[in-house]
DNA sequence: GATCCAGACTGAATCGATTCAGAAGGGGGC
DNA sequence: GCCCCCTTCTGAATCGATTCAGTCTGGATC
């Protein structure tokens, strides 16, 4: 059997209490015995106490759970998620905690059970559409948490750091609105439940489960009913799933069809360079170019020449991480909204 | 407080263990008793079961550890790594298990604690360099590990999956040479502790403490000295980091001075797509052009036509994984290679 | 020489569950 | 009517540590 605490306390002939003093307080013992006890650990191949076992004593973990409602490997294709994680686990490991990244299965029992058994002392939830089951079992541990997006309803433990979500969508499409563009295509990712590809008939954004996908498109019907665009002139296309592919299948039909728009807008990056790529291909074929504009400013949209609205991912990241491992004190502090900014590349012309 | 198990056992009028089995072993009571626990339990705001608690009783925590000897946050920030990370997360989830990502700091001795102080029944190293300290505590600890490259020295518990990275190496360096280059630059990452970017004057390919890139170094002299093309006629190139601009920075004197080598072999993409921006910057002032080759294959690598060798990365991720929480019966299937393959792209020319 | 005190170490309670041998109760077979 | 078995539930041990209120020892103080 491996050894334990005890062990090593029977070794050297001293309590249990002392031999855990010498790994965690040494100034409660003379130096001399601290030696002898580190000396007969080793002799044991003891490893040191047990992290499970120390946790359940101290009452805390070391480490924050990340949530993704999608699959887990989601968090690692999408290049927006990759910044925001790197920006969370950069501030964990300056506040010496670890990540624990939950896989949240789609059965909603099995996503409850999932963040019922995370060992963690809080969670980080991106990307939550309609999981209330998740915050509420997260609630009910008692744990803090913070979320990508301001929630539904106010709770009083509930911080988040996020973006004006509706605001900055209206920029963008204010952006291409003033370049003269009125027959306009928004893109947005599984924006009704298993929605097929292409276009989609949607009452209104509000109709939207995914908030920040809600938000987004109701910023750019803000900027055209503006000008007297009714949300019913706007063409509105599905993708299922935020990848690139998702995002060239969902426009396809629609730009080679008859009267395409003259200006896509899209929910994310990914799915507007998505776009680009079925621009690229049906090229000649086309009556005239199509302006296009993403969301997120990742790498690859600078390189493509995408027009879009930067949001800080890193820094995102790390406050959502600094909320929860150091918590401010003032709890209105714990809504946080991140400036963005309108960044024109050339994948808009004039109409 | 929160309450506890024995809470809902007071409150329901039965013992601990019935309320345990109610959760965990549903078979062992009655289904009508089992409501009204689960009922109570409701009522109490009990969560269920804690976590921590569980996983010290039963012995096992439901999360795999995965240890970066750089920055936790490089695991987000190279490509290759993120899709290694996809392939051991998707794995992962399919056995049941979170993953934990330990933050690993540069001092051994803090280093050596993440390592102890991480809940996990299993660590994955991923490019370990000379970190003996953290395998030596993972086996002091006596938990399942596996690496991405095969050990210094063999170690009964040791599992692995990786590439033979001198052999595939030598691939890409056969072609190089078949093009007709002999003038060539090797190009790696932080080849010698503290070594500056730029030229390294560097004995062997043996003295370069990151195991890949001794192997890759190793394999790009094979293929030379098999021509007669002496290691010290090839030159070294020294990056300070895994990344663009690190790889850029390596090279830009090199290129730009006298006599630069015809063709740069890099020991990962990232690093040749750094050369290809050097190159691409210096343009004009370049007397004739320079081939380059990277390692990986990884997305950008099609896009910039890369010359490179591919290997599997999500498989491999994927493989790390089952070797942790399926491992083989067969000891010796717990150290596998995967198949690479040479990728020929625009990048390469003849001399 | 009695008193006090600081330093070094110990004992026992505790964290929150799981597990297993066994007790109680009820029903079926002969 | 007796025996046995099966289902349902309980009690107590256990997982491996941390913590805190003491105890003990030896030396300083007056």
Redesign the pocket.
């Known amino acids: ?7 090593v ?1 029977n070794a050297v ?9 010498a ?3 040494p ?8 030696e002898r006890i580190l000396d007969a650990a080793r002799q044991l191949d ?1 490893p ?3 992290p ?3 946790s ?4 805390f973990v070391g480490a924050i759970g990340v949530l993704f409602t999608s699959q887990l490997s989601y968090a690692f294709t999408d290049p927006f998620a990759v910044r925001f994680l790197a920006g969370l686990s950069g501030a964990a490991e300056r506040h010496g905690s670890a990540l624990l990244l939950v896989p949240l299965p789609d059965d909603p029992a099995r996503a409850r059970a999932a963040v019922e058994n995370a060992a963690v002392d809080g969670f980080c939830v991106y990307c939550v559409g309609n999981e209330e089951w998740a915050l509420d079992a997260i609630r009910r541990r008692a744990l803090p948490y913070v979320t990508t997006a301001a929630p539904e309803e106010a709770h009083p433990a509930h911080r988040y750091v996020g973006i004006d979500e509706r605001a900055a969508a209206r920029t963008v499409a204010e952006h291409v609105a003033a370049l003269g563009h009125r027959r306009v295509a928004l893109l947005g990712d599984t924006m009704l439940p298993d929605a097929p590809p292409g276009p989609l008939r949607l009452a209104a954004p509000a109709d939207v489960p995914h908030p920040t996908t809600r938000g987004r498109l109701a910023g750019f019907a803000d900027a055209f009913a503006a000008l007297g665009v009714d949300w019913s002139d706007l063409t509105v296309l599905n993708a299922t799933g935020n990848s690139r592919a998702a995002g060239a299948a969902a426009v396809a039909a629609t730009l080679t069809g008859d009267d395409p728009p003259t200006a896509v807008l899209a929910c994310s990056d990914v799915l507007a360079l998505g776009v680009l790529d079925t621009l690229a291909e049906a090229g000649p074929r086309l009556a005239r170019p199509v302006s296009v504009t993403g969301f997120d400013d990742i790498a690859e949209a600078a390189a493509a020449g995408l027009t879009t609205v930067r949001q800080p991912a890193e820094e995102k990241g790390r406050i959502a991480a600094e909320l929860l491992l150091a918590p401010p004190a003032d709890p209105a502090a714990g809504h946080v909204l991140l400036d963005t900014a309108l960044v024109v590349r050339t994948s808009t012309r004039p109409a």
């Open positions: 059997m491996k050894p334990t605490l005890q062990d306390a002939g001293v309590s249990r209490s002392t031999v855990s003093n790994y965690c307080r100034d409660q013992l003379s130096a001399a015995l601290r003891y040191g106490p047990n499970t076992a120390r359940l004593r101290r009452g």
